[in-house]
């Protein structure tokens, strides 16, 4: 495997978190999902609103922060390579505006020739 080349004009992008926070998600409801029904098996006869809410309470908040990690994970990617892009984009059009500038001056000394 080789290195990948650094991002041109100084851009740094962010080390990509994205996938361990979905598998942080993933993992968490899939634990919150086996506590909850594993309470309904050990205690059958008794009521558990008040710990199955309890175990929720703590899973939803958590779960929020972690998508919301991610959704800001992917902004900050995407965010990244439109500055990025843009930045080729200056610097194409300017080259193209040279290389248009040199040409008109070519043509015109040819046609005083």
């Known amino acids: ?18 996938n361990l926070f979905v598998g942080a998600v993933v ?12 309470i309904f098996l050990v205690r059958p006869d008794k009521d558990s609103t008040s710990l199955i809410a309890t175990i929720l309470g703590f899973v939803v908040p ?24 843009l930045k080729l984009t ?3 059009s300017l080259a193209e505006g040279k290389a248009e500038a040199e040409g008109k001056a070519k043509a015109s000394e040819t046609s005083k020739l």
């Open 1 to 18: 495997m080789t290195a990948a080349p650094d991002p041109p004009y100084g851009v740094q992008l962010q080390p990509n978190y994205t």
């Open 27 to 38: 993992v968490l409801s899939l634990l919150a999902v086996g506590a909850v029904v594993t």
């Open 62 to 85: 958590v779960v929020t922060g972690f998508i919301a990690a991610a959704v800001q994970q992917v902004h900050s990617s995407v965010n990244g390579r439109l500055t990025q892009l």
């Open 90 to 92: 200056a610097k194409s």
